[in-house]
Structure formats: structure tokens, C-alpha cells
């Protein structure tokens, strides 16, 4: 029971933070009433947060999944890149690199305090630059595969570990060409 509610309300919790906000002027809504694309804005606008919110439920779901350098599926196990390129490729159908490095080169840059669900937050955990990706599921908090022994989970961005280790933040960009790369992290 407790492994269902925790999705449940971490999906209501992301859904709620993830809804776009409404603060257009009534003259550019006329505008766009005109030429009819208030209702392609709106399908699209549904069409991301519908995206987004199923790739957030989707990392939730392998929570608990064991750490496996190299891995790339939940029979296998993953490593923190491949949990990322899996969780994409599955929920949104966008194939990114293999390695979070190369992962980070393939994403838009965003500020941390641009940060939605299902960006991507990379950090510095073996002294060089975007060594380590997650998924950040809202209010400061991401999911990952963390390291050997360990297992997929949710933490803070918050914690000191974290914040001294954090890297950037990343978007990925629909449109652009899903990238092949080789194996290994």
C-alpha cells in the first residue's frame, strides 16, 4: 500500500507544480484567438506537461531498482546515465546519448531555478565535470541510480553532498535528433 501512495502523491504533487501558468494579456489572446492558435498552444502545452508528468511517474515506478555499471534496464540493472537515456527512451521516445557527459552536451543549459520535472541535473561525483545525471522530479528533489550497491532512489539537491557536487541543469529539447552513442559511463 505505502509503495502506491508515495507515487500517487508524489504524481499530484508534480502535476500541481508542473501546471502552466496563466498570465497572458487578454489583447494576446485575441491575437491568437484570430489566427486559432490558442487551441495548438493549448493541445501542445497539455501534450509537454502529459510528456513530462508520464516520464516523472515512469522513473518513479523503478524505484528500488539495483545499480549495475553499464546497465541500461531494470532486468540488469542501471548505471545513472543509462537510467536517464532508458527513462526518456521509454516514456517520451527521445534516445539520448549514453554517457551523462555526453548527455549534458546534447541538452539545453537552463538555470537551477528554471528546474522542472523531468529535467535533467548532472553533478561532479568523480572529479571531472557532469560525471553523474539525474532526473529532477520537483521541489528540489531528483531521482537516480546513485552508485554500486545502491539502488535507484529519490533525494534532496539540498543536501550537502549534493549541492557541493552540483554541476548544472539541463533541458532536453523535443525536435532535435535522438543521438546514438556507445556504452559505458
Given at each position: 500500500m505505502r509503495l502506491f501512495l508515495l507515487p500517487a502523491c508524489l504524481l499530484l504533487t508534480f502535476a500541481a507544480h508542473a501546471a502552466p501558468q496563466m498570465d497572458r494579456s487578454e489583447e494576446m489572446d485575441a491575437a491568437l484567438a484570430e489566427k486559432g492558435l490558442i487551441g495548438q498552444l493549448q493541445h501542445v502545452r497539455q501534450s509537454v506537461v502529459d510528456r513530462t508528468s508520464?516520464?516523472?511517474v515512469t522513473a518513479i515506478g523503478?524505484?528500488?531498482?539495483?545499480y549495475k555499471r553499464g546497465g541500461n534496464t531494470a532486468d540488469t540493472g542501471f548505471d545513472c546515465s543509462g537510467f536517464v537515456r532508458a527513462m526518456?527512451?521509454?516514456?517520451v521516445g527521445h534516445l539520448l546519448p549514453r554517457r551523462a557527459e555526453e548527455q549534458a552536451a546534447a541538452t539545453q543549459k537552463i538555470d537551477r531555478s528554471e528546474l522542472k520535472p523531468g529535467d535533467l541535473v548532472f553533478f561532479n561525483t568523480m572529479r571531472r565535470a557532469f560525471s553523474h545525471v539525474g532526473i529532477y522530479v520537483g521541489e528540489g528533489k531528483f531521482i537516480h541510480a546513485p552508485r554500486s550497491g545502491a539502488e535507484v532512489r529519490v533525494e534532496s539537491m539540498n543536501?550537502?553532498?549534493w549541492q557541493q557536487r552540483f554541476n548544472g541543469a539541463r533541458r532536453v529539447?523535443?525536435?532535435?535528433?535522438?543521438v546514438k552513442s556507445g556504452t559505458g559511463e
Amino acid at each position: 500500500m505505502r509503495l502506491f501512495l508515495l507515487p500517487a502523491c508524489l504524481l499530484l504533487t508534480f502535476a500541481a507544480h508542473a501546471a502552466p501558468q496563466m498570465d497572458r494579456s487578454e489583447e494576446m489572446d485575441a491575437a491568437l484567438a484570430e489566427k486559432g492558435l490558442i487551441g495548438q498552444l493549448q493541445h501542445v502545452r497539455q501534450s509537454v506537461v502529459d510528456r513530462t508528468s508520464d516520464l516523472v511517474v515512469t522513473a518513479i515506478g523503478f524505484l528500488g531498482v539495483p545499480y549495475k555499471r553499464g546497465g541500461n534496464t531494470a532486468d540488469t540493472g542501471f548505471d545513472c546515465s543509462g537510467f536517464v537515456r532508458a527513462m526518456y527512451n521509454q516514456t517520451v521516445g527521445h534516445l539520448l546519448p549514453r554517457r551523462a557527459e555526453e548527455q549534458a552536451a546534447a541538452t539545453q543549459k537552463i538555470d537551477r531555478s528554471e528546474l522542472k520535472p523531468g529535467d535533467l541535473v548532472f553533478f561532479n561525483t568523480m572529479r571531472r565535470a557532469f560525471s553523474h545525471v539525474g532526473i529532477y522530479v520537483g521541489e528540489g528533489k531528483f531521482i537516480h541510480a546513485p552508485r554500486s550497491g545502491a539502488e535507484v532512489r529519490v533525494e534532496s539537491m539540498n543536501g550537502s553532498y549534493w549541492q557541493q557536487r552540483f554541476n548544472g541543469a539541463r533541458r532536453v529539447v523535443n525536435g532535435s535528433e535522438d543521438v546514438k552513442s556507445g556504452t559505458g559511463e
